[in-house]
């Protein structure tokens, strides 16, 4: 079992950043598979962008490949999505999840463990 815990969310200005990190609770954390999703009003959750268990590898949506980075800290059970050059279109609550086996990541439907989501809104 494992309790995923996202904070830093907030309200920030087209073209600022923000970090989100997500805490995650249990021993075998380094096993895991991690990804962040996110959902806007009306649309169905997406898949943003994953790391792999060794944090050796990470994939990354179109959308956001060159302003977002996912980075893991095994010692401390976290992973973090930095996120730069925002824009409005980012506005979503954003979603942590856990993937024990190596399904398909770039679905949610491959991720086992879910936060509650942490809200980001950018204003233009």
């Known amino acids: 079992q494992v309790q995923l815990v996202e904070s830093g969310g907030g309200l920030v200005q087209a073209g600022g950043s923000l970090r989100l990190s997500c805490a995650a609770s249990g021993r075998t954390f380094s096993r895991y598979n991690m990804g962040w999703f996110r959902q806007a009003p009306g649309k169905e959750r997406e898949f943003v962008v994953t790391?792999?268990?060794?944090?050796?590898?990470?994939y990354s949506t179109d959308s956001v490949k060159g302003r977002f980075t996912i980075s893991r800290d095994n010692a401390k059970n976290t992973v973090y999505l930095q996120m730069r050059s925002l824009k409005p279109e980012d506005t979503a609550v954003y979603y942590c999840?856990?993937?024990?086996?190596?399904?398909?990541?770039?679905?949610?439907?491959?991720?086992?463990?879910w936060g509650q989501g942490t809200q980001v809104t950018v204003s233009s």
């Open positions: 999840a856990a993937a024990y086996g190596s399904g398909n990541l770039y679905s949610k439907m491959g991720y086992d463990y």
């Open positions: 790391i792999r268990w060794s944090g050796g590898s990470t």
